[in-house]
Structure formats: C-alpha cells, structure tokens
C-alpha cells in the first residue's frame, strides 16, 4: 500500500538546487534509511517528504499522517541532553502516525538507550523515514537505503550493509569501465598520431625514383591522394576520440606513511598507568577504585552509559590526578568538539600547518583522506560547516606532535562517509589512541581494548568491541544461572526451616555444590 508519492521534486536554496528528484514513493511497512553527506539536502527531504515546508517545484501527495522528529531539539535546561532526546521520542511515538520521519534520532543517546530506541521503532505500524550516521543502527532498522548525492535520491534495497555491498560492486565496475576507456582512449590516440605520421610521409617523393620518373608515372596525384586518404581516416579517428565517453577515475584514499614522533622509541611500553584510581563528583561515586595500564599503539575505547563517568576518567588522564602515572615521552593531543583553537580566518591548510611539523606531503595526504582535495584546501575556514570545521580540528590535531590522541565523541556531527574516513586514518594510526564513543561500527572498526564503566566498576577487556560483547553476553548468562540457582536454594533453604528431611538436606548440599562449580 503507497502511503506517500513524491513527484518532480526539486528544492532550491540561493539558487543551489539541493534536491532533484523525478520520483519517490514511501508504502507501508517501509524503514527507509537517508543518508548522505553532510550539508547535501536529507534533512530538508524529510521537512518537505513530512509537509514541514514546501518544495520549490513538484508535488508530495499522500493521505497518511505524518510525525517529524526534528534533528534540533529545544533543550531544556533541567533536563540533559539525552533526556530532552527521549522526550522527543516518546512524544513522536505517541502519535501514532502513518509515516515517522526521525531525524538523527540517537543524537546524545547511549549505547543502552539506542537499543531501546530500535526496540522501540521495530515495532511501529506505520513507515519509518530516518536520517542517521549510525550504521549498526541503519542495520538493525532498515529494508532501503536512499542515498542523497548531488540532490539525486538513489534507492538501495536492504540495509546499511547491503547497501555498502552494492556501493563495492558499483566502485569496482566502474573501475573496470575507467580502465577500458584509458585502454580505448590510447589504442585511438596512437592510431590517429600513426596515421598523421604516414599522411606526412605521403606528400615526400620516393627516394629510389628520380624526379623524372615521378613525374612520368604520375606519382603525386597518387601520393595526394593516398595522403588525403590518410587524413580523412585521421579526422575519422579523431571524432571517435572526441565521442568517446568518458568515464570518471574512482578517486582512491592515497597510502598513509606516518611517523609519529617517539612512537618507535615507546614501542609496547606502558606509557599510562592507573593505579587505584577512584571517581566521584562530589559525594556521587562514579566508581571505584581501579587500576589498569595504557600501551603504546593500543586503541582503547571507553564505553558505558550516560553519566556513568566516561569523559570524567578521560579529564582526570589528562589532568594526570593522583594514581594516574603518564611517561614524560608522551605528548596528549586531545580533541572535544572544541571548534575554538580554528583561526577562521586562515583556511584549512593553513590552519593544520601551523601546529605541524610533518611534510607537506602527508598533510595533503591526510586532508584528502578527510575528503578535502585539490583546491578545497585553500577554503576559508569561516565559509565551513560546522561537520566539515570537525574534520579540521580531527586533521590539525591528527598532524600534530602528539603521539597520544585522547579523543571524546569524535563522530558526533560527522556524515557516514567523514566517520569511515576517520576509522580508516585512526586503523592507520602509530601511534595511540584513547577514545570515548556510543557508535557501535566506529568501536568495532578501531578499537582493539575495552574498558566499560558499569554499575560503578570499571571492567578492563583485552579485544575487539564484538568480542567483547561475545563476552558479556556469556558472562550475562552464566549471571542469570546463578540467580536462578540462587533462587533454588533459597527456596529448599525454607522447605528445610519447616520440615527437615534427608532428601531436603541431599538437595541443599547438591545445589550448594553446583553453584560453587558454576563460580569457579
């Protein structure tokens, strides 16, 4: 059943055509994922796909009702972040629409409350528009994927990961077909700079024949015309050249060969130790005391839920608290969304220049990584968005002298393609990293330890985030068996108060056995 058509539309903005599009169609059951990069229009398509504002040309016809969640929420001053999130959410929910429209639905959600939000959406009636960066949230939701480019919409069907699936496919023919058309291109070029080169020889006189001779056998009409013969075959070969279409080199993440001072020297050195570290604000424990150690080249997430204490350990790292030991070799750089150390007068190159001591090379290098090429370099900082003023404060301090990068929510405001970008360069990286995060791909993409803030305990894990969450799954469980086993005792434990029997008394003595099996 089509709940909404969308026809002809295009919508302009200071005679920037920002979406173009001949036809959409939303029908009941959908969970469409919007995605795109940042600035390229998915916000505004669901203002106009939910009624919000009209398009510039077009039509949206559809009888449905229609709910936007709005990516900027009004935020209330007694309630945090997350919390004004919720509310938004709840509210949406309760209407009951048709169509849901959500815009950015997880911003300032934790890991917890995300799942609950997909719980949440799994079970709407109606259709389900949403713009996310997040791709194990796009995952776990979606059955299509628009993606928003140059204001077309193209539709892929499946989710984030089948969409990735076609976008490979699409990448490596279009590889091909570039390498086809080089390989054409130059098979036409030296046969039309061939024929000019025997056109050329066409107009000289045989050398083996006097000029008597020619003349006699009427050589130059025969010359002139196997010359003009040559030439009309190059002028052919020529227009083929010119028809030649085209085919547009896939732009390649060039390599990234990176020195970061005194990494080499710190090699699988403890270089930040913990040692019976505990935090409080005020006389709230955040949690207890805890040690643990930091290796040169480890990539070390911390996770957990809101208000659980995660940016509150990272400060007291950076502020070297009492029980926490940094080498003297290690210099922090430290990026927190804080857009302030931009000079947004200079543009982007020069802005990472100026706290680099690295090549000029690998600044181009890493800028182009980050989707800054050629002379986007030159921009001014102060025409940036505020995704793409981000991407500089990431380059500048990724270019620095650090070689410690403590970084908080490195992909809030950042578009998919700027987020994988970003793990590319950190997977790259020599040196280490500290990083606090709630996007499930982004840790499972770069980290590779763990250290989760949980019921005011800090749990340390050596691996990947999936094998970790592998791990916790089967300690959950083994958690929900002794409770159950618990629950088994206690209540033979009464039976025994009332009426103590042998049989009783073999059973307690076997429950208490097994649990003692189980905590080992």
Request: aromatic content about 6%; overall charge positive; proline content about 2%.
């Amino acid at each position: 059943m089509v709940l909404l058509e969308g026809i002809h539309l295009t919508y302009e903005i200071a005679d920037k055509v920002l979406i173009n599009t001949k036809h959409l169609q939303i029908q009941k059951g959908d969970r469409i994922g919007v995605i795109g990069k940042n600035g390229s229009g998915k916000s505004t398509l669901l203002t106009i796909l939910a009624g919000e504002i009209e398009p510039t040309t077009g039509v949206v016809q559809t009888t449905a009702t229609r709910t936007l969640l709005p990516q900027l929420k009004y935020q209330n001053t007694t309630k945090s972040g997350g919390e004004t999130t919720q509310a938004y959410i709840n509210h949406a929910l309760a209407e009951k629409a048709d169509i849901l429209f959500a815009d950015e639905p997880t911003t300032n959600l934790d890991m917890a409350h995300i799942e609950k939000l997909e719980r949440q959406l799994k079970r709407i009636d109606g259709a389900l528009v949403l713009v996310s960066h997040d791709r194990t949230f796009l995952n776990a939701l979606c059955t299509k994927i628009w993606e928003v480019k140059d204001g077309a919409i193209k539709e892929y069907v499946g989710n984030y990961e089948d969409f990735e699936l076609q976008r490979n496919l699409e990448i490596n023919h279009q590889k091909t077909e570039y390498e086809k058309y080089v390989q054409k291109k130059k098979q036409l070029e030296n046969a039309l700079i061939e024929k000019k080169k025997k056109a050329v020889r066409a107009t000289k006189k045989p050398n083996k024949k006097s000029d008597s001779e020619t003349k006699q056998t009427g050589a130059r009409p025969y010359f002139a015309k196997k010359q003009k013969k040559l030439e009309t075959t190059a002028k052919a070969i020529k227009t083929r050249l010119e028809k030649l279409e085209s085919v547009e080199k896939i732009q390649e993440d060039p390599p990234l060969n990176m020195d970061v001072i005194g990494a080499e020297k710190l090699k699988q050195r403890i270089i930040v130790k913990v040692e019976d570290l505990e935090g409080r604000i005020g006389k709230r424990l955040l949690w207890g005391k805890v040690s643990f150690q930091v290796k040169s080249g480890d990539k070390l997430a911390i996770i957990g839920d809101n208000g659980t204490g995660k940016t509150t350990l990272v400060k007291k790292i950076l502020a070297r608290d009492k029980g926490i030991h940094v080498s003297p070799a290690v210099k922090i750089g430290y990026f927190s969304q804080n857009l302030d150390i931009l000079d947004l007068d200079k543009t982007i190159l020069e802005n990472v220049e100026q706290s680099s001591s690295q090549e000029s090379s690998l600044i181009r290098t890493v800028l182009a990584r980050l989707h800054f090429f050629q002379e986007d370099v030159h921009k001014q900082v102060d025409v940036l968005s505020g995704g793409e003023r981000v991407k500089v404060v990431f380059a500048k301090l990724f270019l620095s002298d650090a070689n410690l990068l403590i970084l908080d929510e490195p992909t809030n405001y950042l578009d998919i393609y700027a987020v994988e970008a970003l793990e590319s360069l950190l997977k790259e990286y020599p040196g280490t990293v500290i990083f606090v995060s709630h996007d499930r791909r982004f840790m499972e993409e770069v980290a590779g330890r763990i250290l989760h803030i949980h019921h005011q305990k800090i749990h340390g894990f050596n691996g990947s985030y999936q094998e970790y969450l592998q791990f916790d799954q089967g300690k959950n469980s083994k958690e929900d068996d002794l409770l159950i086993l618990e629950t088994k005792i206690s209540d033979v434990l009464s039976r025994l108060s009332i009426d103590p029997t042998p049989e009783l008394e073999k059973e307690f003595q076997l429950l208490l056995k097994e649990k003692k099996n189980r905590i080992k």
